[in-house]
């Protein structure tokens, strides 16, 4: 069971978004500019929101790897996809790895 409820991470989400700082954005933008692709490794995910907030900016091939103990969250954020990347062709995978409440094992 997770300490976040799946509503409650898509009612803050909004939020979460417009705190996010401008400046930082654009310096990871600016840092993965020009290069093919990219692999990120998100971890306590939740349902997903850094790879909606930030996935634009990277380039058009991503994969993530997304990294929590909820099972539940887990599987909405690697299902969820904002329409932006149908629209754009973005090619985005994801892999999916949970922990044990104790930190001893990773799968």
């Known amino acids: 069971m997770s300490a976040f409820s799946a509503k409650w991470l898509s009612l803050r989400e909004p939020y979460d978004l417009a705190a996010r700082n401008p400046a930082v954005l654009k310096a990871v933008a600016d840092a993965f500019r020009g290069h093919a692709g990219i692999v990120l490794v998100d971890l306590a995910c939740g349902?997903?929101?850094?790879?909606?907030?930030?996935?634009?900016?990277?380039?058009?091939?991503?994969?993530?790897?997304?990294?929590?103990?909820?099972?539940?969250?887990?599987?909405?954020?690697?299902?969820?996809?904002?329409?932006?990347?149908?629209l754009r062709g973005r090619w985005i995978s994801c892999a999916i790895s949970s922990w044990r409440s104790k930190g001893r094992s990773i799968s």
């Open 47 to 86: 349902a997903g929101a850094t790879r909606r907030a930030i996935g634009a900016h990277l380039p058009e091939r991503q994969t993530w790897r997304l990294v929590d103990n909820d099972l539940g969250l887990l599987g909405q954020a690697a299902t969820v996809r904002p329409m932006s990347d149908f």
